[in-house]
């Protein structure tokens, strides 16, 4: 009699924690108490394993959808699952012994997850067949059998001691509404058991692969196409440091000022531009020359000091050290002048960035008779907030932020044996700010404080090491004039009035 219920299309309703199956009866355990579906369905979507098993104890509610007939064949319901997604929906369902036939509903619970395959083998049904069935008849069918067989009805899910050793529970889904979309249809569709069980052998495959024919077949078409060779693996690229260029190639040098002598140094810009160093009778002579056209000594000491004061304002920090908010932050700057015209440019220079808001502090001996470039200079000088003192003494005590060194001259060598000299040089030497000298002589005996830069005017001097990293400024000598001592002369500034030279 069981093997009539087979191929039963039911419906069963393991509560709301399990959620409503669907399928084919495939097997009935009298003993054990299970029923099997084949192609289940579950929450209307179906599902990957072929056969679930479920137990008497977990099924709330039990409706057979389809019988099948005495001629019925299973293609309808098969086909209809595989369609529609639920068994039977659509499909005019056999014939019972009244002739009448029912059309399947798709259910409304919420689609559950996919419950894993089980091992269980089908069994013979215990249930007696019955051609004509309703819900109030299988009520009292699954009534009487489970007092007969020790049925108990729960709505809750089983515990894990009463599951059958073969059994896996069910679990819920996260889809709503029975919905899938047709992506995950196509990514999940495909039947579980397409599924190779056996591992793939990568080893055997990689045994397959000669790499050595491979590569001889590639080299011989490059060589043949005329392209660029792999190499042979033996072969072993070239190696470049992390300081080192790939592309070999020459820097670019540019020679566009020629000057009438071998010059006894050459410095190179950061374009590449070559600027040769001049003697300093040569440089006296352009000087001179640039005077006699209308570039008098003021012009000239106010280009002097304007160039030399925005360089000592962006080794002082720039924009990052002066600006209204770091008053806290005030820089000093201690200014060292001698009685010529050296000093002259330095106390242009500290007039300006006393205006900028720095503390200079400019020390310059007492002359009975001063230059009158120094004069003018100094009647400037004493309308700022600068500080103006003669003796060491007053120099301050701790580290200042920058030295400016103007002591030293071209010609007058005799200073550097006077008192006053060697005390400010001794205060310079044993203080530990940096030193800016300002158009340093040539000779580096006359050099009495090493500084760490050094400002050129117009063209440089070969200035030795002690002169520290040479500045160029430009000081506004017209181009006719360098060609009226002989010098062809182009502008290495570019848009700068200041620019760093490089030893070659």
Partial sequence: MATDWLGSIVSINCGESLGVYQGRVSAVDQVSQTISLTRPFHNGVKCLVPEVTFRAGDITELKILEIPGPGDSRQCGDSQQMETGIPGVGCQVGPSQNGTGKVLKKPSSAPQNIPRRTDMKSQDIVISPQ???????MDRHM????QSKG??????????????PNQVTPKKSGLKNGQMKSKDDECFGDD??????????????LALFDKAAVFEEIETYERRSGTRSRGTPNEKPARYRHDENILESEPIV????????????????????VVPSVSYELHKKLLSVAEKHGLTLERRLEMTGVCASQMALSLLGGPNRLNPKN?????TVALLCGPHVKGAQGISCGRHLSNHDVHVILFLPNFVKMLESITNELNLFSKTQGQQVSSVKDLPDTPVDLVINCLDCHENAFLRDQPWYKAVVDWANQNRAPVLSIDPPISEME???????????????????????VYLCDIGIPQKVFQEVGINYHSPFG??????????
């Avoid at 540019?254 to 531009?273: A, M, W």
């Avoid at 008053?327 to 820089?331: E, L, N």
Wanted: positive net charge; proline residues 7%.
């Fill in 131 to 137: 051609q004509q069935c309703s819900k109030s008849y």
């Fill in 143 to 146: 009534e009487t059998l489970s």
């Fill in 151 to 164: 049925f108990r009805r729960r709505h809750n899910s089983w515990s894990s001691s009463s599951r059958h």
């Fill in 192 to 205: 579980i058991d397409e599924i190779p069980d056996t591992d793939f052998d990568f080893e055997g495959n």
């Fill in 254 to 273: 540019y020679r566009r000022i020629v000057v009438p002598q071998n010059p006894h140094k050459e410095f190179c810009t950061d374009s590449g531009l």
């Fill in 327 to 331: 008053v806290h932050q005030r820089p």
């Fill in 447 to 469: 050099l009495g404080i090493d500084a760490k830069w050094s400002l050129a005017l117009g063209l440089p001097l070969p200035l030795g090491e002690r002169a520290g990293r």
């Fill in 495 to 504: 848009c700068k009035f200041v620019i760093p030279l490089h030893s070659t």
